[in-house]
């Protein structure tokens, strides 16, 4: 799923994904095109343990967002802080 947020710099789509008790956060952006990897509003590809990028068909880990296969090779998303806390996924202040 993806949920706007403001951030310092603006607004920025994130990208939730959950793992178990875990939710991965990242920002919506391909590091590569820099383009956002949904392939609908909040529609994402999911397989095999990888999000691929709409755009282009980068592949990156749902463990911790590096690119494992595609045109970033070295480049990985940008990890955004979250928390759980009674269910709830919080972002962590940015500074």
């Known amino acids: 799923m993806a949920v706007d947020v403001l951030l310092p710099d603006g607004e920025e789509s994130v990208i939730l994904l959950r793992l ?4 991965n956060a990242w920002l919506n952006i391909c590091p590569h095109a820099g383009r956002r990897l949904d ?3 909040g529609k994402f ?7 691929v990028c709409a755009a282009h068909g980068a592949c990156f880990s749902v463990n911790d967002g590096e690119c494992i296969s595609g045109p970033c090779r070295g480049e990985s ?5 979250v928390r759980v806390e009674q269910g709830d996924v919080l972002l ?3 500074e």
């Open 39 to 41: 392939w609908a509003p």
């Open 77 to 81: 998303l940008r990890a955004m802080p």
């Open 45 to 51: 590809l999911v397989s095999k343990g990888m999000l």
């Open 20 to 23: 178990g008790e875990r939710v």
């Open 92 to 94: 962590d202040v940015l």
